[in-house]
């Protein structure tokens, strides 16, 4: 079975800081991985999807790059914002399956 | 741009009861999903849905939980007799292919008491 992992499970940075959130999983045979965005008491923002033949994808000050062999995803996040504070999960498709692999998130905070 | 919605946006019930969670999916897509968060916990799958029938399930869609599409735009998930550990929120998606983004909703908090 599928297990994703998310590493470090709480981050605080300083505004306009980089900062580089983990994921991996267990299973390299995947579709896709995408990440999310979650606040508080709130649904799943998508930013990002990969798919298993790309490296990565980039959508403004979000970069997220795929490893699929190692099983593992890296979400790149520039010149962080106190706006950027939430929690962050990524998630995998594995391959003949319609549904979705959670990890347990990373909860960022951004001081201003 | 186009939503998933859900309603309500939070529910309380007593144990036993029976509930009904609503989503309408974005009207191009295809393939619907309800997922469930427990407080604290990762976000689980429940069961998939394509072409008015169930495709993939996982154990937790034991025989108290159903879905429905009654009509062109709604998708359903009924718990028939609720339980505490019940309690959770349940997030709707959609997508327009097995292999394409998912959209979630902004989720129904269900509190059984």
């Known amino acids: 079975k599928q297990e994703v992992t998310q590493i470090p499970a709480a981050l605080s940075v300083p505004e306009g800081e980089n900062l580089v959130l983990n994921c991996s999983f267990t299973?390299?045979?995947?579709?896709?991985l995408q990440w999310f965005r979650q606040d508080p008491g709130k649904g799943l923002t998508s930013l990002l999807l990969i798919q298993s033949s790309q490296r990565e994808q980039t959508s403004g000050r979000l970069n997220a790059s795929l490893d699929k062999s190692s099983g593992r995803s890296t979400l790149y996040i520039a010149a962080s914002q106190p706006g950027d504070s939430a929690t962050y999960l990524c998630a995998v498709r594995p391959t003949g399956a319609n549904n979705l692999f959670f990890g347990t998130g990373t909860r960022l905070t951004v001081i201003p | 741009e186009p939503e998933v919605t859900q309603t309500p946006s939070h529910q309380v019930t007593q144990m036993g009861q029976e509930v009904i969670l609503r989503c309408v999916p974005i009207s191009n897509h295809l393939y619907f999903y309800w997922y469930r968060q427990i407080l604290g916990q990762k976000v689980e799958f429940l069961v998939s849905?394509?072409?008015?029938?169930?495709?993939?399930k996982s154990e937790i869609f034991d025989d108290q939980f159903s879905v429905e599409r009654p009509d062109g735009s709604n998708f359903t998930l009924k718990i028939r007799s609720t339980k505490l550990e019940d309690s959770a929120m349940y997030f709707c998606?959609?997508?327009?292919?097995?292999?394409?983004?998912?959209?979630f909703g902004q989720g129904t908090r269900l509190t059984v008491v």
């Open positions: 849905f394509y072409n008015n029938e169930i495709s993939e």
């Open positions: 299973d390299s045979a995947i579709y896709n």
């Open positions: 998606a959609s997508t327009t292919d097995m292999n394409t983004e998912a959209f």
